[in-house]
T-cell receptor, first 117, second 115 residues
Framework: DTAVSQTPKYLVTQMGNDKSIKCEQN?????MYWYKQDSKKFLKIMFS???????INETVPNRFSPKSPDKAHLNLHINSLELGDSAVYFC????????????????FGPGTRLLVL | AQSVAQPEDQVNVAEGNPLTVKCTYS??????LFWYVQYPNRGLQFLLK??????LVKGSYGFEAEFNKSQTSFHLKKPSALVSDSALYFC?????????????FGAGTRLAVHP
């Protein structure tokens, strides 16, 4: 059983296009995340949702719009794709990530490799 | 400032030898520390974490990490390396963003275990 799944696994597209990446977790977690891993493998958080509400937005361009239809899903829509958006995007989930509570382990999806030409 | 440093881009070790992957951190308050491993073309897999308690934490695949508060370090160790341990290793610390917790990752260390 896949705990955190992402689709598609690979995405090749032209500059200026709009694309979406989907993420689903079956762990019953209440918090989900999007991370970007650049070509140098540096990993940085983009967004976090807790119970379908946005709680972290790390100065990501407005072209990136996350949406969480329910606690088990967090999608990422990217408008007007640019060359610099080429990266691997990871979804993750955890339970109970609110301030003051014990940090719970984050579980990661397999990643979506986005290449913008 | 909240940060994690992994001073080595790559660590090379012979199979059967002990390995150490270094990590130091900077965070206010009590640190919550994590190690993740990334195999080629795969997502990150959780290895172990330190929240409180014993400074030596044991995790998956025979890995362990030692928390040292005075040196602000959380080095990953394994007594006997396997070729299959070759991967990218990330250290992370709990940080904060707008009152909410987040993970801050180091730049990663590539471990190469040769036969």
């Amino acid at each position: 059983d896949t705990a955190v799944s992402q689709t598609p696994k690979y995405l090749v597209t032209q500059m200026g296009n709009d694309k979406s990446i989907k993420c689903e977790q079956n762990l019953g977690h209440d918090t989900m995340y999007w991370y970007k891993q650049d070509s140098k493998k540096f990993l940085k958080i983009m967004f976090s949702y807790n119970n379908k509400e946005l709680i972290i937005n790390e100065t990501v361009p407005n072209r990136f719009s996350p949406k969480s239809p329910d606690k088990a899903h967090l999608n990422l829509h990217i408008n007007s794709l640019e060359l610099g958006d080429s990266a691997v995007y990871f979804c993750a989930s955890s339970q109970g990530l609110t301030s003051g509570r014990t940090q719970e382990t984050q579980y990661f999806g397999p990643g979506t490799r986005l290449l913008v030409l | 400032a909240q940060s994690v440093a992994q001073p080595e881009d790559q660590v090379n070790v012979a199979e059967g030898n002990p390995l150490t992957v270094k990590c130091t951190y900077s965070v206010s308050g009590n640190p919550y520390l994590f190690w993740y491993v990334q195999y080629p073309n795969r997502g990150l897999q959780f290895l172990l974490k330190y929240i409180t308690g014993d400074n030596l934490v044991k995790g998956s695949y025979g890995f362990e990490a030692e928390f040292n508060k005075s040196q602000t370090s959380f080095h990953l160790k394994k007594p006997s390396a396997l070729v299959s341990d070759s991967a990218l290793y990330f250290c992370a610390v709990r940080g904060f963003s707008g009152g909410y917790n987040k993970l801050i990752f180091g730049a990663g260390t590539r471990l190469a275990v040769h036969p």
